[in-house]
């Protein structure tokens, strides 16, 4: 896109944010790890406002049980990789030339380390956006290593969630804020019976208006989380409800943490 074009097509949200904060959006790598109810929109909504590059991230494929609660994927996506859905979604939306990248592997499965590596490698921020908690501390403690900021998100019911994490701030092992209890009984791993295709354990229940709402949320949160509109977030989780006032917190950033503490992995692997 030349230069005017780019003034032309950016003009509206440029008046209201200015030229040198679009022109930073333009600049921006962002990942979507786990290519669900919410990480199939936030490609769209990325791809759209002209971020640089998209790199989407699934294990899974999309299945009929998908698309009550998926406002992009539809029928013809039956049956193909989450990643490349979500991918092939952030094409269609763009305005601009985008380069899109989809990763099909388990962030779990220690023998993809240099596969998650790579997904990450030069991205601006990721978004974790599974629904369980061993791909979760595995996104924690990779992107912790390679420097890159984190925005965690959880859906259930009317309800979601938004966890920001770097290396200033306390890292979703220092409190996962869902207690042992939990853990054991909702997010036990089970291995699946369809083709290893995906995960058979506490699948997600929710509404597309819940998706859409946290998903709007979680686009403005990480363009403040890094510095490009507003201000940074004084906050480390967001708590909404669709019924409810919304609840923020600050988290405490435990120096005895095995990941980010004062002798955490982190921090003696660069010494």
Same mark, same amino acid.
């Given at each position: 896109m030349d230069d005017s074009s780019f003034l032309q097509v950016y003009d509206r949200t440029m +008046?209201? &944010?200015? *030229? *040198? @904060? @679009?022109? /930073? !959006?333009?600049?921006? /790598? #962002?990942? !979507?790890?786990?290519?669900? !109810?919410?990480? @199939? #929109?936030?490609?769209? &909504?990325?791809? +759209?406002?002209?971020?640089? *590059? !998209?790199?989407?991230l699934d294990r899974d494929t999309v299945k009929m049980e998908n698309l009550a609660n998926s406002f992009l994927f539809n029928k013809r996506h039956l049956g193909w990789k989450k990643d490349q859905a979500a991918a092939n979604i952030a094409k269609r939306y763009s305005l601009q030339m985008i380069r899109v990248e989809a990763y099909h592997f388990d962030v779990t499965d220690l023998r993809m380390h240099s596969s998650l590596s790579n997904f990450l490698n030069g991205l601006d921020l990721v978004y974790g956006c599974f629904d369980n908690l061993p791909p979760r501390y595995a996104l924690n403690s990779a992107a912790l290593r390679q420097g890159i900021k984190v925005i965690d998100i959880g859906v259930e019911g009317f309800a979601g969630r938004l966890r920001l994490i770097d290396r200033n701030r306390a890292c979703y092992n220092c409190d996962p804020l869902i207690s042992q209890n939990e853990a054991i009984n909702l997010f036990k791993l089970l291995p699946s019976t369809k083709n290893n295709d995906g995960c058979d354990f506490a699948p997600t229940v929710s509404m597309l208006q819940v998706a859409l709402s946290i998903s709007s949320l979680a686009a403005n949160m990480g363009l403040m989380f890094l510095g490009v509109i507003g201000n940074e977030p004084d906050f480390d989780y967001y708590y909404f409800h669709l019924f409810g006032q919304p609840t923020t917190m600050r988290i405490t950033k435990r120096d005895d943490c095995i990941i980010c503490g004062k002798n955490g992995e982190i921090w003696w692997q660069e010494n």
């Open positions: +008046r209201l &944010i200015g *030229e *040198e @904060q @679009q022109r /930073k !959006i333009s600049s921006l /790598k #962002i990942g !979507i790890a786990g290519c669900g !109810i919410v990480g @199939q #929109i936030l490609p769209a &909504i990325f791809s +759209r406002v002209g971020v640089a *590059e !998209i790199r989407t």
